[in-house]
């Protein structure tokens, strides 16, 4: 059974001028799949994402996540935010816990398991430090960790490292693959990355922009478990000259 | 093809230990980072500053004592600073009910009088300012429902408010209170609405996402995120307060600052009324002072952003 379904979904921003950012997409996504959303800016990766988030509302067709229609945002859907949206106010570990806490998650219940994310994302240290505190890659593991303590069902990444500089969002797309060896939730990752895209995923979705639509479904059949070290390997190379290709095609 | 994993909880993971991604940034890494030579220079620079800002009092005082003639300027209206402290000093220090002074060692009683009707009234335009400002910045339905009332009340001086005070609240504290929780209570609310208002949506969706239900949002996410804007309410509303009570106590009230204000001036003891002036001047600094301190504690969060940022 596939725990994301999207059915014929478009989505029309109202406006003084409407804007059409999906247009009849359908995708489907099975448990445990880690599916990457790539395309330029504009494309209607990131309504695509919010819809599935429960932030924004379709306009047309269906959504069903885990057989059921997606209402709103719950916890079942951990997102992760292109900025960590972490809040300032709260120190690391209070940041971890806020979920499960407003939930009202018994502490013996969240307190092994936000500890255990903690030193999973490397940042058992750090427990006490508030956001401001961090570099820009500690805090979207902080993110991570913030949404994975949920336990989430399937986990949204919103261009999770789009703003990091080159170095640090390597080591955070190794910190992500060896996460999701351990845990293996279902992942829809947005991205304009291509090589990010590839390193991560099972499957890549390229999409092309006004009206916001999938153009192509790419698996990619890289051995798992993967290293940022995979980046340089022929299979690879191979895969993002037929997305360069793709892209290229897309954008002319 | 797809790889399907058994998910596991995260509890029973055996995660490779304390992986060596990303370092912290620079000074921000741990929770101290003061710069060197920051507690040498600290004491030295606080005493430059205190003298640099007495500068200007001191010269003034010294002009005025020495403008003076036989205690006076201005042929006898105004006393002298060493006139002045002489007042205060038995207005403060003197013995009660004796000979004809009736101010003599009554300071501290008006000074609390004053004080404890600022607090009060202050406290009402808290807990009813910031839950308003916080419904109006964040419903749209509540700001239809009060934004406009609270927008066409607010031009109406407090001063205007005094004679309908008097008739409501007659002679006595009541209406001080009401004047003060009045006038604070506009900064307040309309400083913590555009603070609810200005929460980052991101913050929003995030707390939507990890299960927070509306009340859970208001008081953990929209509340914190607008406290900076709520203390700028604050602090322009306490010198409102202080501005109402002074007000209200000259007309309608027998006791604090603003009664002996008026009665000094009345009987022309010139002298008790810059004595009271400067009081008032010096409560309102010191109530600042106290909001200002709160604000330091309960904004550190903010106070490291602005360094680090």
Redesign the interface.
């Known amino acids: 059974m596939g725990t994301v379904l999207f059915q014929n979904v478009s989505k029309t921003f109202p406006g003084v001028r409407s804007v059409r950012a999906l247009d009849d997409v359908s995708l489907q996504i099975?448990?445990?799949?880690?599916v990457a959303l790539l395309g330029p800016s504009g494309c209607g990766k990131s309504t695509l994402l919010n819809l599935l988030?429960?932030?924004d509302r379709l306009s047309d067709g269906a959504l069903l996540f885990d057989g059921r229609p997606v209402t709103?945002?719950?916890?079942d859907?951990?997102?992760v935010?292109q900025?960590a949206?972490?809040?300032?106010?709260?120190d690391v570990w209070n940041n971890v816990i806020?979920?499960p806490k407003?939930?009202g998650v018994p502490k013996s219940e969240y307190e092994?398991?936000a500890r255990?994310?903690l030193?999973?994302v490397?940042l058992?240290a750090?427990a006490?430090?508030?956001p401001?505190?961090?570099?820009?890659?500690?805090r979207q593991?902080v993110g991570i960790a913030?949404?994975?303590?949920?336990?989430p069902r399937a986990l949204l990444m919103d261009e999770p490292f789009g703003a990091l500089d080159a170095?640090?969002r390597l080591?955070?797309q190794?910190?992500l693959l060896?996460?999701w060896e351990?845990?293996?939730?279902t992942v829809l990752f947005v991205t304009h990355d291509i090589d990010e895209a590839i390193l991560l995923s099972?499957?890549i979705c390229v999409m092309s922009a006004r009206p916001g639509r999938i153009v192509r479904t790419i698996?990619i059949?890289l051995p798992?478990p993967r290293s940022i070290a995979s980046l340089t390997s022929p299979a690879f190379v191979a895969y993002k000259a037929d997305i360069l290709a793709e892209m290229n095609v897309v954008h002319h | 093809?797809?790889?399907?994993?058994?998910?596991?909880?995260?509890?029973d993971?055996?995660?490779?230990a304390?992986?060596?991604?990303?370092?912290?940034?620079g000074t921000?890494?741990?929770?101290s980072?003061r710069p060197r030579g920051a507690t040498l220079r600290r004491p030295t620079r606080l005493a430059g500053r205190v003298l640099l800002g007495l500068a200007l009092p001191v010269i003034v005082l010294a002009a005025w004592q020495l403008a003076g003639r036989g205690g006076s300027l201005f042929g006898g209206v105004l006393p002298t600073p060493d006139r002045v402290w002489a007042a205060w000093w038995t207005w403060a220090f003197g013995a009660q009910g004796l000979g004809l002074n009736p101010y003599s060692g009554t300071w501290l009683a008006n000074v609390l009088y004053s004080a404890e009707r600022v607090a009060k009234g202050f406290g009402c335009a808290i807990l009813i300012g910031v839950p308003a400002g916080i419904a109006i910045g964040w419903n749209r339905i509540a700001a239809g429902a009060l934004d406009p009332t609270v927008q066409i009340l607010r031009p109406i001086p407090i001063t205007a408010w005094l004679p309908f005070s008097i008739a409501v609240f007659g002679i006595g504290p009541g209406g001080a209170i009401f004047l003060i929780a009045l006038g604070a209570f506009y900064p307040i609310v309309v400083n913590t609405s555009q603070g609810a208002r200005d929460v980052?949506r991101?913050?929003i969706?995030?707390?939507?996402?990890?299960?927070?239900?509306p009340f859970?949002i208001l008081r953990?996410?929209v509340l914190?995120?607008a406290?900076p804007s709520v203390f700028t309410g604050l602090r322009i509303g306490l010198g409102i307060g202080w501005t109402a009570v002074i007000v209200a106590e000259m007309v309608a009230v027998k006791s604090g600052l603003g009664y002996v204000l008026w009665d000094a001036y009345y009987v022309g003891r010139m002298d008790v009324v810059i004595a009271d002036m400067i009081t008032i001047g010096l409560l309102g600094f010191l109530s600042d002072r106290l909001v200002l301190a709160i604000e330091h504690w309960a904004l550190a969060?903010?106070r490291?952003?602005s360094h680090?940022?």
Request: glycine residues 12%.
């Open positions: 099975g448990e445990g799949d880690f988030a429960g932030f709103r945002p719950g916890p859907r951990g997102v935010f900025e949206a972490l809040f300032p106010w709260l806020f979920g407003v939930q092994p398991r255990e994310l030193r999973l490397g058992d750090f006490e430090a508030l401001v505190q961090l570099s820009g890659g500690m593991r913030r949404a994975l303590v949920m336990n170095q640090t080591s955070m190794q910190l060896d996460v351990t845990l293996g939730t099972d499957r698996p059949t798992r | 093809m797809s790889v399907t994993m058994e998910p596991a909880a995260p509890t993971t055996r995660a490779p304390a992986p060596a991604y990303d370092a912290p940034s921000a890494g741990a929770a980072g980052d991101m913050l969706r995030a707390a939507l996402m990890m299960g927070a239900g859970t953990r996410v914190p995120a406290l969060w903010r490291l952003q680090h940022a």
